[in-house]
């Protein structure tokens, strides 16, 4: 069985969407609506689907609820962190994490977003 896709509820479907594609290099596949539901996918095959179908509801997410986001070496993952840090995103600098090197941050929307390499 293979997962298909994963939909996040976000207040902002463009916003959120825009980060992930300028930090993520994820690509949109359709929109449906003004600002009610958003097709992003990445080379490896990922479906994320952002939507926004009651705009009265502000969604919050658990407190360790997150994506995760793998690359292959921590330049990498240093690489990903200094564009956020340029754009003024708060976020930490990458350090040890799970037996990686990464970071997290926080996306549009309040996800939580952990980006992580595990070889050198």
């Known amino acids: 069985m293979k997962l298909n896709h994963v939909n996040l509820a976000v207040p902002n479907v463009s916003e959120t969407a825009a980060f992930f594609e300028k930090f993520f290099q994820m690509r949109c596949l359709e929109t449906k609506g003004d600002n009610v539901l958003t097709v992003l996918t990445d ?22 609820f997150h994506l995760g986001f793998i690359r292959e070496t921590r330049e990498q993952v240093t690489e990903v962190f200094e564009q956020m840090k340029a754009e003024s995103l708060d976020v930490k600098p990458p350090r040890s994490v799970h037996g990686g090197w990464g ?18």
Do not use: Q
């Not at 080379?43 to 407190?63: C, H, I, M, Q, W």
């Not at 970071?103 to 050198?120: C, D, K, N, R």
């Open 103 to 120: 970071f997290y941050v926080h996306a549009p929307g309040g996800i939580l977003v952990e980006v992580t390499a595990y070889s050198s």
């Open 43 to 64: 080379e490896a095959g990922l479906a994320l689907t952002l939507s926004n179908f009651d705009a009265k509801t502000v969604p919050a997410y658990p407190r360790d």
